[in-house]
């Protein structure tokens, strides 16, 4: 199929984005383009970062999503039968929004805010004069769209927080939705709190003779090493992404406990190694399989945690919807596609 002139642009303005960290971890957010009948949108388990190096956006028969959304149904319609890649989970969000480019980032200072309950009022005080709306957290995929529509059936907004989740933004064209994202994080924008830098060598030794190393980022020791981040960390899980790549919460060593006790108590209730670890006051450990984008995640949840104050009235997913997204078949494909990556 032809590709719109958009498109290209598209690619660029992706690529930007997914370079980010503090935008995009490893194959999260998702971008499009409407050219007529046809939505132009991410591929699922692809990575934004490389929208300019490879074909990652799948043609999709707008007019067929939004009757797929109207009837019920996730699975989106490819236009092109040639196409090899599944569109986004999210794809019906982007068939959903009337602007002719959608943007979706898991940008971590809305992120942070989207994960506190009673922020309500500052936030509209921060995006005073933007097009917003906030809605309620529920699964990416259909019933995500579900209730992005009720919203939409009442205003037309421009920004949507998506609550324990991220960022959707439209607008008419690419230079001015990439304006609109980093507009929404400047004025989102959370200080970053001071905490002491991780303890590689003690992580090393803990690590050593198992199949852990520590996490290469450094804001990813200071989920460990600050008790304000290590107590909300593991508590629960603040968003999609963090439960799909790495499991609920995070999982921190007891007093008296070794790696090699975690992973043979996991065993034991036929649970899989921990994808990460937090080691109080040293830092993280990660599998040493692990690729690169669960490191991402672990990545984002620092970026995010370092943003919540220490008054935040955290609000964590529930536990059916922990469980939701992990028995999720479509988030098992995206999983997969990434860890290929
Ligand atoms: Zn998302």
């Not at 959608?102 to 009022?121: M, Q």
């Not at 998506?162 to 609109?180: I, K, P, R, S, W």
């Not at 200080?191 to 190393?213: F, I, K, S, V």
Request: charge should be neutral.
């Amino acid at each position: 199929m032809v590709q719109p002139a958009e498109l290209q642009l598209l690619k660029e303005v992706s690529a930007r984005l997914g370079r980010d960290m503090s935008l995009v971890q490893g194959a999260g957010g998702n971008t499009s383009v409407k050219e007529g009948d046809v939505l132009w949108v991410k591929a699922s388990g692809a990575w934004l970062s490389e929208a300019d190096k490879r074909d990652i956006f799948v043609p999709v028969d707008l007019p067929g999503a939004l009757r797929a959304l109207g009837q019920g149904i996730e699975k989106m319609p490819v236009a092109d039968p040639a196409a090899k890649l599944r569109p986004s989970i999210e794809t019906s969000l982007h068939a959903l929004l009337p602007h002719r480019v959608v943007l979706h980032v898991h940008a971590v200072n809305t992120i942070a805010w989207a994960s506190c309950a009673g922020v309500e009022p500052e936030i509209a005080t921060r995006l005073d004069g933007l097009a917003w709306a906030r809605v309620p957290y529920r699964r990416p995929g259909l019933p995500l769209s579900q209730v992005v529509a009720e919203t939409l059936a009442q205003r037309k907004p421009d920004v949507l927080i998506l609550g324990n989740h991220g960022l959707l933004v439209g607008a008419t064209d690419c230079a001015a939705a990439e304006v609109l994202v980093h507009e929404v994080e400047r004025r989102l924008h959370l200080p970053l709190r001071a905490a002491p830098a991780g303890d590689r060598t003690a992580l090393e030794a803990l690590c050593r003779g198992t199949d852990y190393r520590p996490a290469a980022d450094d804001a990813c020791h200071r989920l460990a090493t600050d008790p304000h981040r290590l107590a909300i960390v593991t508590k629960g899980s603040l968003y999609p992404d963090h439960v799909v790549f790495l499991g609920p919460a995070m999982r921190a060593l007891s007093a008296g406990e070794t790696i090699a006790t975690v992973v043979a108590a996991n065993a034991a209730a036929g649970l899989p190694p921990p994808v990460a670890l937090l080691v109080p006051g040293a830092g993280a450990v990660m599998r040493s399989d692990i690729q690169p984008g669960a490191e991402a995640m672990l990545v984002c949840l620092a970026l995010v945690a370092e943003r919540l104050p220490v008054d935040a009235r955290i609000s964590y997913l529930p536990a059916d919807e922990e469980r939701a997204l992990l028995d999720w078949d479509a988030e098992k494909y995206r999983k997969a596609l990434s860890l290929k990556a």
